[in-house]
């Protein structure tokens, strides 16, 4: 299987170990990646707020040089925030003769232009349907038993386009975790909001958000997450909300792929677990046990 690989700005700076274990798991399982070349920001939180055509423009850019150099391949996307603006353009592009003629308008001064025929896939969305789970399950090396995980989504991934699994009951990380050996933490707050860029702007909302999170993930060894501002809001700031929760609310956080990894026997500075800022001592000792051999 192969596809185009569009990491965005996060995956080469703050998420780079989701950069890191997206590529060392998916080249383990034989799934081949295609950088996108010369992408561009997708238009991030900011774009929209200051003009839709713009924000539209943006993301349609990657997909014109998608549909220019390998109009055959799905767009592989790993950030949520990226797949929605990704997304939205796909849709937009695809669904309105008009708003394809404003964007291509100003794609044109490029010398660029889309049609909205190549499919923007998540990250989740491939592993949940086209990774073959018996294959998965065959090359596990280091079983992950004795470890319970709580897999959370985020909002983006799958609103408003829950096109592998619920928006609001999303099920899909389940069977992974499961073939990893692992326990799935039973909880209701896979879909739950993380307070996203409001850490910035209402940080006292956000971390309501979060905590509530890190709470309801009591008795989990790890937190399972495919976005890297879910990532960021759950492990930088368990301190601060356990400081104002009076608890202590520490807890693993680790991307999906970088767990599939660890489960594979890929070693772990090859998925960069040492740039995550919350892994525990316990978690860690839960995965010194021996790789098994093929």
Known sequence: MKYLYYPGCSLEGTASEYDASTRAFLAAMGMELTPLEDWTCCGASAAPAVSRLLALSLAARNLALAERSQPDLDLLVPCSACYLNLKKAEEAIRTSSRTRHEVNAVLAEEGLEVQGTVRVRHLLDVLTRDLDLAQLTANIRRPLTGLTVAPYYGCQCLRPYPLFDSGEAPKSMEPLIQAMGARVHPWTM??????ASNM???MEAGLELSGAILAAARGADAIATVCPMCQMNLEAYQKKISQQRHEDLAITIVYL??????????DAVDI??????AV????????AAPARSP
Do not use: R
């Open 190 to 195: 896979g879909p739950k909001c993380c307070g």
């Open 200 to 202: 910035n702007t209402h």
């Open 257 to 266: 792929p970088q767990l599939l990894g660890l489960a594979l026997g890929i």
């Open 272 to 277: 960069k677990l040492d740039m995550n800022l």
């Open 280 to 287: 525990t001592a316990e978690f860690k000792s839960k995965l």
